[in-house]
C-alpha cells in the first residue's frame, strides 16, 4: 500500500507496470485493477496556465493519505492499492497524481480507488499554485466536484 | 509551553513568513493560539488547522511542543 511523494516528473503506466511487476505478479487472486491519473491540464477558470506549483506539507500529507488508504482496506476487499503524487512545478499534460487498487472483484477496485480519489482531493495538504501565461500567480482556492460546468 | 507554528500556501503569504514560536504558560485552544502568534489578526474563511499532522477543530487544545499548522483549503489531485 505505497504511498509516495514525488518532486519529479514520473511516467505513471511504466511505474504501474514497474511496481506489479516487483509486487503483485506472483498474487492469482487480482481480477480487478482500476486505475486513476490525473494530468495536468493547461486551462483553469478560463484562462491558460502555463505552469504549476503543487506545495505539500511534509509528514502530514503522507500520514493524511495513510490514513485514507487504511480506511479504503477496512471498507472494501483489497489486495494493494497505490499512491503517487506530484508536488514542486509541474507542465501542462504532466501527471499529477495516480491511485490505483487491486482486488479480486471489480466493485472493490472501482469503488476504494474513487474513495482514496475524493478524499485525497478534500484532505491531503497539497495546495496549487497557478501561474498564467501573462506570468500573472494564483492560488487555487478550492477543488471542484469533479465535474464539467457549461 | 512551547508551540510551534507553521503556515502553509496563501496563508503564508498571508502572515508573511512559514514558522513561528509562542512560549505561553496555560493550556491554550487553537483559537488562541492563531491570536497569539498573529497578534489576531483576521482569520482567512475556511481556514483549517492542525495539531501534530492532524485535523482538529478551532476549540481543541494544545499540548506543550505540539506543532499548530495553519492552511487554506487543499487543492491536491
Not at chain 1, 101 to 116: L, M
Given at each position: 500500500?505505497?504511498?509516495?511523494?514525488?518532486?519529479?516528473?514520473?511516467?505513471?503506466?511504466?511505474?504501474?507496470?514497474?511496481?506489479?511487476?516487483?509486487?503483485?505478479?506472483?498474487?492469482?487472486a487480482i481480477g480487478a485493477s482500476n486505475i486513476f491519473i490525473g494530468t495536468m491540464r493547461d486551462f483553469n477558470e478560463g484562462d491558460q496556465i502555463k505552469i504549476?506549483?503543487?506545495?505539500?506539507?511534509?509528514?502530514?500529507?503522507?500520514?493524511?493519505?495513510?490514513?485514507?488508504?487504511?480506511?479504503?482496506?477496512?471498507?472494501?476487499?483489497?489486495?494493494?492499492?497505490?499512491?503517487?503524487?506530484?508536488?514542486?512545478?509541474?507542465?501542462?499534460?504532466?501527471?499529477?497524481?495516480?491511485?490505483?487498487?487491486?482486488?479480486?472483484?471489480?466493485?472493490?477496485?472501482?469503488?476504494?480507488?474513487?474513495?482514496?480519489?475524493?478524499?485525497?482531493?478534500?484532505?491531503?495538504?497539497?495546495?496549487?499554485?497557478?501561474?498564467?501565461?501573462?506570468?500573472?500567480?494564483?492560488?487555487?482556492?478550492?477543488?471542484?466536484?469533479?465535474?464539467?460546468?457549461? | 509551553?512551547?508551540?510551534?507554528?507553521r503556515y502553509f500556501a496563501s496563508l503564508k503569504d498571508y502572515i508573511g513568513h512559514s514558522d513561528d514560536e509562542i512560549i505561553y504558560e496555560k493550556t491554550l485552544?487553537?483559537?488562541?493560539?492563531?491570536?497569539?502568534?498573529?497578534?489576531?489578526?483576521?482569520?482567512?474563511?475556511?481556514?483549517?488547522?492542525?495539531?501534530?499532522?492532524?485535523?482538529?477543530?478551532?476549540?481543541?487544545?494544545?499540548?506543550?511542543?505540539?506543532?499548530?499548522?495553519?492552511?487554506?483549503?487543499?487543492?491536491?489531485?
Open positions: 500500500m505505497p504511498v509516495i511523494i514525488k518532486n519529479t516528473p514520473f511516467e505513471p503506466y511504466q511505474s504501474l507496470q514497474q511496481y506489479e511487476k516487483k509486487t503483485l505478479c506472483q498474487n492469482n504549476m506549483t503543487l506545495e505539500h506539507y511534509p509528514g502530514m500529507t503522507e500520514k493524511q493519505l495513510n490514513n485514507i488508504v487504511d480506511k479504503a482496506h477496512q471498507q472494501w476487499t483489497l489486495i494493494d492499492s497505490l499512491i503517487i503524487h506530484r508536488v514542486g512545478d509541474i507542465l501542462p499534460n504532466e501527471p499529477i497524481v495516480l491511485v490505483a487498487t487491486w482486488s479480486s472483484h471489480r466493485g472493490d477496485a472501482f469503488d476504494a480507488c474513487r474513495f482514496i480519489m475524493e478524499n485525497l482531493k478534500s484532505k491531503a495538504p497539497f495546495w496549487k499554485k497557478e501561474r498564467l501565461i501573462d506570468e500573472q500567480e494564483r492560488w487555487v482556492l478550492s477543488n471542484t466536484d469533479g465535474y464539467h460546468k457549461t | 509551553m512551547s508551540i510551534k507554528i485552544t487553537v483559537t488562541q493560539v492563531w491570536d497569539l502568534a498573529t497578534q489576531k489578526k483576521m482569520k482567512p474563511q475556511n481556514t483549517l488547522v492542525a495539531v501534530n499532522m492532524d485535523y482538529v477543530s478551532w476549540d481543541d487544545t494544545v499540548n506543550d511542543h505540539d506543532e499548530v499548522a495553519f492552511f487554506p483549503p487543499v487543492t491536491g489531485g
